[in-house]
């Protein structure tokens, strides 16, 4: 009898570990169809790698080192109206070369890169 008792709680072991790997691949695979990132169903705040400085350092090194000025500047806005930040999109002088996108904290003395590209293409206008 212990014997039959052993066999049959041994299969149930089995199946359940056997179940509970088939569940998490399972998931796994609906979260990342075809090797790509997970899809959110809301959006949300993420963790991205981001380098900050303080305000000066940053738009020196932006104009002065990387050969790049400023094209177009706006406002970060709450939805309270509140004015938080700056938005600036920096171009190379050769308007070719590279841009960067920086965002100017105005409650302290930070700006950070939120974006680098290179070999610009410009869109045609109509």
Known sequence: MKEIFKSVLGTI????FLA????????L???TPEGKPPIYEQPGLMKKPMYCGPTEFMLKTV?????NE???VGKVIT?????IAMLTVFVHKD???DMSVLMTMLDKDETCVLGYGKDLKFYEGE
Do not use: C, D, H
Request: proline share 3%; net charge negative.
């Open 79 to 83: 939805a309270t109206g509140e004015v």
């Open 20 to 27: 509970i790997i088939y569940t998490g691949l399972n998931s």
């Open 63 to 67: 104009t002065e080192e990387f050969n």
């Open 70 to 72: 400023p094209l177009v």
């Open 95 to 97: 308007k070719k070369f």
């Open 13 to 16: 072991l089995i199946i359940l």
């Open 29 to 31: 695979q609906a979260e």
